[in-house]
C-alpha cells in the first residue's frame, strides 16, 4: 500500500473517497427515507357555501392537527393525482361533490345527517365515515324530561310513510319510562290540525331534522301552535331554539375538529377512519326569553349535560 501511495497519489485518494462513501451512503439513504416518512400528510377539504365559516373550520382543523397534516382546499385534478390522501367535507352538499367526482380517496363526512350519509353511502363502494351533525333524537327527549320532569309522553310529527323510521326511539324511549307517539302529517294543509292533535297528547313535541316539516316556512306556525298549547318544542337543532324552540343540545365546531383530527390522525397510523358516529361531546342551547314567558324554570345546563351522559347509554338516531 505504501508502495502504490508513493507511486500513484491519486490512486490512494481515490480509495479513500471510495471507503467514506461506502461508509456515509447507508446513512444518507436513511435520513432520506426518514425524511419520505416525515413528510407531512396532505388532507383535502371540501366546504360549504359559507366561506368564513369554512375558513375558520380550516384555523380550527390545522391547530388541531399540527404539523403533520397539511390541509388543503378540494381540487379535483389534485385528488386524482392523490387518489389515496384523505378528504373532508362539512355538509351533504360538499359530500355530493366530492362522490360525483370518480376518485378512491377516503372521505371524512362532517355536520350532515345519519339518514342523509346512509343514502349516499348506498350508492358508493368508496371508504366513508361520518361524525354526524344532527342530536340523536333519544338525547334530545331526554333533554325535554330534564326541563320538565314530570313529562312522559313525547310528540312527534312525520312525514305520510315515514312513521316507521321512529320505531327504534319509541322502544328505547320505553327503556326511560317514557313513551312517544307519531302523529302523520297528509300535507302542508294539515300541519296545524295534525299538530294540534299531536299537543293535546304530548308533555312537549321533539322536532326532527325532517325538511319537510321543519323549515323557513313551517316553523312559525308550529312555534305558534305549540305555545298557544302551553306545549314547548325540543330541537329540531340549536338553530331553531334562536327561532323559539325552547333548547336543544347540539356540537360545537371545536369538538368536530378535535374529533376530526383524531380519526385523520387514526387514518395516518392505521389506514383508516373508523366507524360512523355521533359526536362524544355536546352542549346544550336555551331559549330563555321562551321559558320566562312560559314560566319554565330551566335548570343548570352543567347538571343536564351530567345527567343525560348518565342515562344516556346510546345514541342511535331513526332519521
Known sequence: MWYIDRAHPILALLLVILLITAVIRPAVAQSMDDAGTNAPHTVYLVGTDNEPFNQYFLKLLEQRLGTRFEVRPYDEDQTSDSPAQPV????????????????????????LTRRQFERRAQTTDRPLTAIFGNPPLIRQAL????????????????????????????????????????????????LVA??????QYGDFLLGTTDPAIYNRQTIKPILLTTYRNSRILIGPEKAFVR?????????????????????????????????????????????????????????????????????????????
Not at 312527534?156 to 302523529?183: C, I, K, N, P, T
Not at 295534525?194 to 299537543?199: C, I, K
Request: aromatic share 6%; glycine share 6%.
Open 243 to 319: 327561532a323559539g324552540a325552547l333548547a336543544s343540545t347540539y356540537t360545537s365546531m371545536k369538538t368536530y375538529a378535535r374529533i376530526a383530527a383524531t380519526r385523520l390522525r387514526e387514518w395516518g397510523a392505521q389506514g383508516g377512519m373508523g366507524d360512523s358516529d355521533y359526536p362524544d361531546d355536546f352542549l346544550i342551547r336555551y331559549n330563555r326569553q321562551v321559558a320566562r314567558s312560559l314560566n319554565i324554570p330551566l335548570p343548570e345546563k352543567a347538571d343536564v349535560i351530567k345527567a343525560l351522559r348518565q342515562t344516556q347509554t346510546t345514541a342511535v338516531d331513526d332519521e
Open 194 to 199: 295534525t299538530l294540534n292533535r299531536a299537543l
Open 88 to 111: 373532508v367535507t362539512l355538509d351533504a352538499n360538499a359530500l355530493d361533490r366530492v362522490l360525483d367526482h370518480s376518485s378512491s380517496a377516503p372521505v371524512l363526512a362532517l355536520m
Open 143 to 190: 333533554l325535554g324530561r330534564e326541563i320538565l320532569p314530570q313529562s312522559s309522553r313525547v310528540a312527534v310529527l312525520a312525514q305520510s310513510g315515514r312513521a316507521g323510521q321512529y320505531e327504534g326511539l319509541l322502544e328505547r324511549l320505553r327503556h326511560y319510562d317514557m313513551e312517544a307517539e307519531v302523529f302523520t302529517v297528509s300535507g302542508p294543509d294539515r
